[in-house]
């Protein structure tokens, strides 16, 4: 099995939606653009994914929506190291069709309260729900391993939920501990790295919002 020596995941630029909320009541959010700014942050991010991979080969991911794809194209990779396939499975979580932006404020004020790994959107996803496909795209994502040729590099550019639910996946964390995390900002990276152990460690940790905390303790 060829694992490679490198999982990178990186969240998109800043969006519109990111910006301005109220975007999201004219535009479906799969359709939503990057900002300037996000493409500068983009931009940035590439620079340093370039200086990580020097001339190795990348296999990457990325999710359906248009601000992945245009992150992934700020990063300005060799195409002719990468090899780039559509990922469903890592698409941001489904909050709805069209979205009401204060009736999102109170389903997100109700998920606060609830618990964002088990509360559901009307009409949407619950965490659990992405837990469970990002965690059959990690199944896939092994059988890839098998190739002899494998690449000794992934990326992934995906959400920042999608995110801590594949790091909560690999490395088993809890979901009291998932709770306790936030997302990583636009355009940040998080990175898997092999050990001569043979297992991957993450180089630098999620930011801690408070100290998990099971649902159970308060019941």
């Not at 990325?62 to 698409?91: G, K, N, Q, W």
Request: hydrophobic share 35%; charged share 30%.
């Amino acid at each position: 099995m060829a694992r490679p020596r490198r999982i990178v995941l990186v969240r998109h630029g800043e969006s519109t939606g990111n910006a301005d909320d109220s975007v999201y009541e004219r535009e479906p959010d799969h359709a939503l653009a990057l900002t300037e700014r996000g493409w500068r942050q983009a931009e940035e991010t590439g620079k340093r994914l370039r200086e990580v991979f020097g001339r190795e080969r990348v296999s990457v991911y990325v999710s359906p929506y248009r601000r992945t794809h245009e992150t992934l194209r700020a990063f300005h990779l060799d195409p002719d190291l990468i090899r780039v396939r559509e990922e469903p499975r890592l698409r941001e979580q489904d909050w709805g069709n069209w979205q009401d932006r204060d009736d999102v404020r109170l389903q997100k004020a109700y998920r606060d309260a609830y618990g964002h790994f088990f509360f559901r959107f009307p009409q949407g996803e619950s965490g659990a729900d992405v837990y469970d496909r990002v965690g059959g795209f990690l199944e896939s994502l092994f059988r890839s391993f098998e190739a002899p040729d494998h690449p000794p590099n992934v990326l992934l550019v995906t959400h920042g939920l999608a995110m801590r639910l594949f790091c909560m996946r690999w490395f088993h964390w809890t979901v009291a501990e998932f709770e306790s995390l936030s997302n990583p900002g636009n355009a940040e990276v998080r990175m898997l790295v092999l050990g001569e152990d043979g297992k991957y460690t993450l180089d630098r940790p999620f930011e801690r919002w408070r100290e998990p905390v099971p649902y159970w303790a308060n019941g």
